[in-house]
Nanobody
Framework: QVQLVESGGGSVQAGGSLRLSCATS????????MGWFRQVPGKEREEVAG????????YYSDSVKGRFTISLDNAKSTVYLQMNSVKPEDTAMYYC??????????????????????WGQGTQVTVSS
């Protein structure tokens, strides 16, 4: 049984930083994609960052490129999302997701909600101006 548990959300002022963590368990061997998604009420869940556990290849959406960094510590089975220079529009519920390795619409590990099989419960990030 694959389980994903996010932590690290909270409130931060615009221009500040926050680091989200996602602890994973129950995953068998084999390359997989790990992704961070976010969702605001009334909108689709969108992937903001993804990483391939096999070669550490990464994907970023245009909205966070240059500000967010995704990383994976295989020894700790934990994926991180370092959020720098945050903006009020980054306010959302952030979700960690996992799936066997795939090539999505924008590259490796870059896809939509339906492309990921396993999900965490989410952690709220609120950015104030």
């Amino acid at each position: 049984q694959v389980q994903l548990v996010e932590s690290g959300g909270g409130s931060v002022q615009a221009g500040g930083s926050l680091r989200l963590s996602c602890a994973t368990s129950g995953y068998s061997s084999g390359s997989r994609c790990m992704g961070w998604f976010r969702q605001v009420p009334g909108k689709e869940r969108e992937e903001v960052a993804g990483i391939d556990s096999g070669n550490s290849r990464t994907y970023y959406s245009d909205s966070v490129k240059g500000r967010f960094t995704i990383s994976l510590d295989n020894a700790k089975s934990t994926v991180y999302l370092q959020m720098n220079s945050v903006k009020p529009e980054d306010t959302a519920m952030y979700y960690c997701a996992a799936n066997p390795r795939f090539f999505g619409r924008s590259g490796w590990c870059a896809g939509m909600q339906a492309d990921f099989r396993y999900w965490g419960q989410g952690t709220q990030v609120t950015v104030s101006s």
